[in-house]
């Protein structure tokens, strides 16, 4: 028995979709993608979305909308991949990284809080393995900290404080108090990367909650021109009779989804609460299967959240990296994939070069130290799941 780790769950109602895409001769961004967007505003509970063609364009787009840039500083978690940070840097924003809780895959509050200054325009927190953040609180630090907050543009005056941008790459359909992840934050980026829950092969999107005294229109119009490369119109737009003109508005960029895509993940939405359902279902036979085993476990499901159930994350309790390196080549001769989320952003050379070293944050460091993901997807059968668990059994040594 082979365990891949994340495969697509891709289906004949996806070939269908795609195929028909194809036929239609329109193959760019047009009727699906903008289709694909209301169903997913509509899904979310948001005015809008935007889909584009990664989350990592998603959040740099966010940020650009929001008027971040040089001379401005931007929060967010050492403990993520490099997807939530490298937008930071593409707009010319100074990062900044923090540390997690103990024991905690999410940031320590408490340090965000000492972390805000005059210059922070944003806080980026990450929902990982699709568990949302404890948003409550960030609101709170924002709300705390509104007499540091100088707005540079008219979305920032009108919230009157720093902006929770939230990274819900894993979090598409999990929910925080009974809110959608999308309809929680500001505003708040999503990916369709092949290995995510919902896919369109590549892809990602953007949402936000709205604003009292900005027009969520006027939004949509300026990620469209951020978005593709500040023309005024796009391509379908201009099929319009006597409407092939069009103007350029800023030297922007070009990262628009596709129609091709979006074909993929209109059948994936049509699909998605199974897929979700089925998703808890192998995470509960997991949760069950190892309550008694030396090892910690993320609470997927509670009174206040549920998650997408996007990965399982394992912490070998006591164990070092060299242990935790040894069990994951185990699994791997016996066929089962597994994975580490995630090797910390400041451990990466790309962020030594920016002056970041992993020894500014320990805790973040001792939760990769001895972390493993186990194969998570909507692939696995049953006896696939059963194998799963026997094999790390067998491999921590407890059977």
Known sequence: MKINFSPPDITELEINEVVEALKSGWITTGPRTKELERRIATYLGTPKAVCLNSATAALEMILRVLGVGPGDEVITSAYSYTASASPVVHVGAKL?????????????????????????????????????????????????????????????????????????????????????????????????????????????????????????????????????HGQDKDALAKTKIGAWEYDIKGTYYKCNMTDIMAAIGLA????????????????????????????????????????????????????????RNELIERMAEKDVATNVHYKPIPMHTAYKNLGFSIDDYPNAYNQFKNEITLPLHTNLTDEEVDYVIHTFKECLGVL
């Open 96 to 228: 900044v990284l923090i540390d997690t809780a103990p024991n905690s895959y999410e940031m320590d509050y408490d340090q965000v809080a000492a972390a805000i200054t005059d210059k922070t325009k944003a806080i980026i927190p990450v929902d990982i393995g699709g568990v949302p953040c404890d948003y409550d609180r960030l609101f709170s630090i924002v709300n705390d900290a509104k007499h540091l907050f100088k707005p540079s543009n008219d979305i920032q005056r009108a919230l009157g404080r720093i902006p929770i941008v939230a990274d819900c790459a894993h979090s598409f359909g999990a929910t925080y108090k009974n809110l959608h992840t999308g309809n929680v934050a500001d505003f708040s980026s999503f990916s369709f990367h092949a290995v995510k829950n919902f896919t369109t092969a590549e892809g990602g999107a953007a949402t936000w909650k709205h604003i009292e005294g900005i027009d969520d229109e006027a939004i949509y119009k300026e990620f469209q021109l951020l978005s593709l």
């Open 268 to 323: 994936q939405l049509e699909r998605y609460p199974k897929l979700l359902k089925r998703r808890q279902e192998i995470i509960k036979r997991y949760d069950e299967a190892l309550k008694d085993c030396p090892v910690s476990i993320v609470e997927h499901y509670t009174d206040e959240h549920m998650s997408s159930g996007h990965l399982y994350l394992v912490r070998l309790n006591d164990a070092t990296m060299e242990q």
